[in-house]
């Protein structure tokens, strides 16, 4: 038979009439017959859910606030505190002067038993670590291998020095290093400060080469913060690791050090602050933490609250849907409730 | 063999009803000439067809043919075409045999066709102009753009550009494909040859796209004509041709061209003379011309004297014409505008949103720049060495500063940076999934059993994909009536012979020997045995010379030609009846099955065999059908050298005719029969007979030979003569037709019915015929008041028009109101129909009287419109989709329909017997009209419900995330960092959270298809909007902001005193949402089959897996973020605590609306399962419950 025996010469040429006589097999898939489950809110179902989530958070909700309790945390402001007297109306110069005198000795007191290991915090606020030109400015390529040395693309304005010789690490982020240090004593005696492992083990292997060392570092105009020892690799320059984990907020904490040993009640700790980094410029505070952890992390009693809050309100609106369908009961799936039933209107 | 088909046209001009209560009438005779045909004026380019021309019946016969052998074919532009002649600048000149000088001095088109949108060369700029037609397109487009400028690099450039890539790529790849295909079917259609006169003086094989205008071609039986021609000589002595125009309009019965006398006797080579016609335009039924034949009178062409590329030529061994239309100036290819593109009205909405959104996005935006200037200014002195940002540049010889340009500039690029961050807000990764869902339910609705239709092995089409959801929301539905309601199929059932009915019997096939070769009518009918012995009962009795005779009757009393089929037996031949109405077609096989079988018709006579015997008889005159006298007759020499007059039409005409005072009985028992019959919508005709004595026939024949030979006022004259012959008729019978319904059709059309849906029937039927399929499909009733207008003029139509205003006003008043609806009972009103004729439309239409008919329209029930025009019935659809919001569907299978398919909403062909030209011009196609039920009902319903959800889903999911993201920035300085990392707000929508919300608008059902077609009432939820509209948009907004806060805020309290890095946040973040917009999915799945499952939780189990892949990549700042995060009790609290008090409110929201305040659909679920767990059955397989019979 002729193939354009009965087709359209003219109209639609694409269009040939191809017409599918197959017929449609069966199957269940096609005829969207699938065994499928109904999920339905009948009452029972909506009172044991509500009860349920509140059965459950309640309790974790407790957890949460008794481990959070069981924190103990030592936070003292120092950034004020360790200006002198007459230096407080122009604390910048201060801080940006070599002349001054930077260390500063202050006592805290343990409030209640603190067993180790103590985590030793800084905590910047008004400190910007996640501004999109701050986060932008490093060079992962350059700090894992010496090879890429040169790779410093997003590392401006501290890519290189003036005379063009690349910096490493480079970057706003390694160049703004914190360089407060803080030591501990007890009775005149010193505490040991373990530095050790303060950074993540995947970001010591595999991000911080050890090959890689500090090269023109700080050397340009403008002195950002630390200094690194130009003959460690940067693998082991932990506390440029742990900087270089830029901040989810404005305000954060970072690790400084622990405390292995346990401290007492009541026992009288001698701080040794050395206070080199300007927050001043930027009324930034300065904070050092000392925090013992629990399972929650440190002290936070927001999310036992929180949980409690939810739990209970679950709890309430389980007795509120109880109360809700003894007044108002329906029954399912009663046909006279449809609309063309209540309302012969409607239908014509 | 295709034209030989046994495929009827419906009897659109001839068809016999009966208005119940007043037994009826008609004669089917008159083939070509009523409004439907002529008035078929598309925007002719002359403008100067236009319906009210062609509203009165005109009948005058035009000369240059043969005596009364065939019916006339006359036109209205013919004519026109006598009284006034087309001036030489606005008419086309042809040369016969001479394309040089025809194509001087200007070239006309050449034969060759174009179908396809694009060469090599357009393609791409072509494609793309079209894709960004799309104005979402445009807009990512410009992002991208953005996105390049370093300054504002958010994004890597490749990330960026990927999207958008990937969209338009597939598309264009989809369009290269389909225009491929046009291509070949371009390339095979123009090489076909044809036989085109050389220099010669022979016929030789040409390229169909190189013949000109002017060129004389020669076409044989069953090929293809490769362009309009006129017919200048056929293989038939008296110059007739059949064609089949099946592929123009979708009719597939012969229809007979002729050649002018003067032409005709030429031999091929000879012609000559000049052809004046319009320019090239549309109306395929309409062509005016003129022919000066050297040595002869200007003879006038009308439509009968051209045949049209795309038809074929059938029963004519060959036939010469000349070319006057060639290639894209054809009329059918005139005709083939494409399909226009539609929009669904859920996307139109939806671009309403997508306003709202955008606005949200700006404002966002606007927030974050000026929050970022204020910054910026109050941190002017400090920028120089902020250590987080800088600006002092100590790198290069002198003090510079880096990348700043000022607070001005910098507030700009935030602005713009934030657009491209927040930029997900206006979702592209929905402008995908639409596409994928659409395909994938036009795949399930493709696959649906219950659509498919055995009889013709036709499965349904989605040729449209994109307007799937529409089928969810039709309020008013458009139905032709022959072929879409109706099978197309007339039957012959009953006849009442001498007073007596006989409508028992049953189907043999009745075959018949002629010279060795049996022939066998193609169809069979029952016959009645006691009938069939009356015949047989000796011709000596009064009672079987009547029955022999009514056979007799319905033998000669026609138009119809006898066609000899071969079949695989050598010695066996079908006859197939052709001719141009159905009616008598069925008439004729109908004899043939009681032993009167036609044979062969020429000019002069035709020969039936009868009873066993080949007789030949003398078809002396022929009476054709007219609207006055509603009757046609023949004159027939019989064998017995006696003269007969057979007449058959309407009873009402037929009864005055008959002798009166003799068979009193009969008449009477007649009449009987005929209410019965049309009582059960049986089309009904009346036969008579009566011999007509020498001197009567003496007398008749010179009237009727002078009559024709009349120049003036001839149509008058044997109209005249007509009904001097045609009286003191003897009464043989009435006959009794089906025209069927097709199965289902009341059953289908009452479900519509409940579901809210209008049915309209447009039809160019009779009225009566209308009426009575109105009646037999159960869309009248009795209990209707019928409205019917019928007029003549402007002011009449005015008039009835007010009337039916007051009338319904009145209707309105008097019925029950509020009472009513408080006991419950009871309809509330009279329920209207509105009958409206062809005509009356003309003047409405045409004139301001539109709003009046759309006030009447609106408030009836039911709208049946008669004797409509094709574009009439675009007119109507018009009334109703410019003046309401209401979806609109049409749903037809001819030619006649396309326009009206093309203007509704939603078009639907039936692909059935008939063309191809409305399933082509159709959104979607399927075999039945019943189909509409489980197409609207179930998978409109399904469609519509889930593309909502899926709309608003994909707005809350990427809000979600955008607001997450907003949050953020308020805490970096409005520095537009972002927590989570690039990588993963990419793949947030495209692998994330895409499949789940997919895999849900494709398969998700609220109900199952057994309670869908049980209550149709359940539709009516996408007519009001139920599942997508502005109020479920501000509250999915709302949930959306509430779910942004939940995530972001409560990590951002438990974590403010903590040393968390911004990547790990961020991570959990990203956890958080991709988890959170996935359980929410999950609460508002209804049905969990195990591809939900796997694709919900495989999608959380991805993006774990893509986040750790990610935080596995040194490169990436967040490198083992997420494992340090996951091994913290924080996080796992963090997380839980989101997940429930994110979801809080939704879920209670949900429980509350589906308790207190439940919708239908609602309550039907629960009846569902409810009544599943009573009856303990395995839920899901409910097969098609529509009821078949």
Known sequence: MNPRGDSTSGSDGAAEPRRKSKKPRYSRFTQQELPACKPLLTPAIVVTTFAFIGIIFIPIGLLSLSASGQVVEIVYQYDTDCIPEQMQNDKVAFIQSSMTNKTCTRTLTVPKNMEGPVHIYYELDNFYQNHRRYVKSRSDKQLRSKASETETTNCAPEATTSDGSVIVPCGLIAWSLFNDTYSFAVNSKIIEVNKKNIAWQSDKEHKFGSDVYPKNFQMGGLIGGAKLNASIPLSEQEDLIVWMRTAALPRFRKLYGRIETDLATNEQITVTIQNNYNTYSFEGKKNLVLSTTSWIGGKNDFLGTAYLTVGSLCLFLSMGFIILYLLKPRTLGDPSYLSWNRNPDGHY | MAGNMPVFHPPNDLAAPAEPGSPVMVAPLLPKSSPRRRSLSWRSREGRTSWEAFSVENLELSGSRPVASYPSKRSDSEKLGSQREISDDEARLVYINDPERTNQPLRFADNSIRTAKYSVLTFLPRNLFEQFHRVAYVYFLVLVGLNQIPQLGVFTPAASVLPLAFVLGVTAVKDAYEDWRRHLSDRTENSRTAQVLAAGGEFRPKRWKDILVGEVVKVAADETLPCDMVLLATSDPTGVAYVQTINLDGESNLKSRYAKQETQSTSPEAMSGLIRCEKPNRNIYGFLGGVDVPGSKRVSLGPANIILRGCELKNTSWVVGVAVYTGQETKVMLNSSGTPSKRSRLEAHMNREVILLAVALITLCSIVTILAGVWLTNHRDELDDLPYYRKEDFSGAEADTYDYHGVGLETLFSFLKSVIIFQVMIPIALYISMELVRLGQAFLMIQDKNMFDEGSKTSFQCRALNINEDLGQIKYVFSDKTGTLTENKMEFLCASVGGVDYSGGEEEAHSISVAG?????????????????????????????????????????????????????????????????????????????????????????????????????????????????????????CPDKTVKLFVKGADNSMFGVIQKGRDLDVIRATQTNLLAYSSLGLRTLVVGMRELSKSEFKEWQSAFESANAALIGRGKLLRALAS??????????????????????????????????????????????????????????????????????????????????????????????????????????????????????????????????????????????????????????????????????????????????????????????????????????????????????????????????????????????????????????????????DWNTQLYSIIYTALPTIVVGILDKDLSRKTLLKYPQLYKAGQRDERYNLRLFILTMMDSIWQSVAIFYIPYIAYRHSDVDGSGLGDLWMLAVVLLVNLHLAMDVFRWNWITHASIWGCIIATVICVIILDSIWMLPGYWAVFNMMGTGLFWVCLLGIIVSALVPHFTTKVLTEYFTPSDVQIARELEKIQNLSTATTSEILMNTFSQS
């Open chain 2, 517 to 637: 070769e049996t022939l066998r009518p193609k169809m069979t009918v029952k016959t009645d045995p006691e009938l069939m012995n009356v015949m047989m009962g000796g011709k000596g009795t009064e009672k079987a010379k009547q029955a022999r005779d009514f056979f007799l009757a319905l033998a000669t009393c026609n138009t119809i030609v006898p066609i000899l089929v071969d079949t695989t037996d050598p010695s066996l031949k079908l006859i197939d009846y052709q001719g141009e109405s159905p009616d008598e077609q069925a008439l004729v096989y109908a004899a043939a099955a009681y032993g009167f079988t036609l044979v062969e018709r020429t000019s002069g006579h035709i020969v039936i065999h009868v009873l066993g015997e080949s007789q030949r008889y003398d078809v002396l005159g022929l009476h054709e059908f007219d609207s006055d006298r509603k009757r046609m007759s023949v004159v027939i020499g």
């Open chain 2, 724 to 981: 001097d012959v045609e009286r003191n008729l003897h009464i043989l019978g009435a006959s009794g037709i089906e025209d069927k319904l097709q199965l289902g059709v009341p059953e289908a059309i009452e479900s519509m019915r409940q579901a809210g849906i209008k049915v309209w029937v447009l039809t160019g039927d009779k009225q009566e015929t209308a009426v009575s399929i109105g009646f037999s499909c159960k869309l009248l009733t009795n209990d209707m008041t019928r409205i019917v207008i019928n007029s003549n003029s402007r002011e009449s139509c005015k008039k009835s028009l007010q009337d039916a205003v007051s009338m319904s006003s009145k209707l309105a008043a008097v019925s029950p109101g509020p009472e009513n609806i408080l006991t419950g009972t009871g309809s509330s009103r009279v329920p209207l129909a509105l009958i409206i004729d062809g005509t009356s439309l003309v003047h409405i239409l045409e004139k301001e009287l539109e709003d009046e008919l759309f006030k009447v329209a609106t408030v009836c029930d039911v709208v049946l419109c008669c004797r409509v025009a094709p574009l009439q019935k675009a007119g109507i659809v018009a009334l109703i989709k410019n003046r309401t919001d209401d979806m609109t569907l049409a749903i037809g299978d001819g030619a006649n329909d396309v326009s009206m398919i093309q203007m509704a909403d939603v078009g639907i062909g039936i692909s059935g017997q008939e063309g191809r030209q409305a399933v082509m011009a159709s959104d979607f196609a399927m075999g039945q009209f019943r189909f509409l039920v489980p197409l609207l009902l179930v998978h409109g319903h399904w469609n519509y419900q889930r593309m909502a959800y899926m709309i608003l889903y994909n707005f809350y999911r990427n809000a979600v995330l955008v607001f997450i993201l907003f949050w953020y920035v308020l805490y970096t300085a409005y520095s537009l960092t972002t927590a989570i990392s």
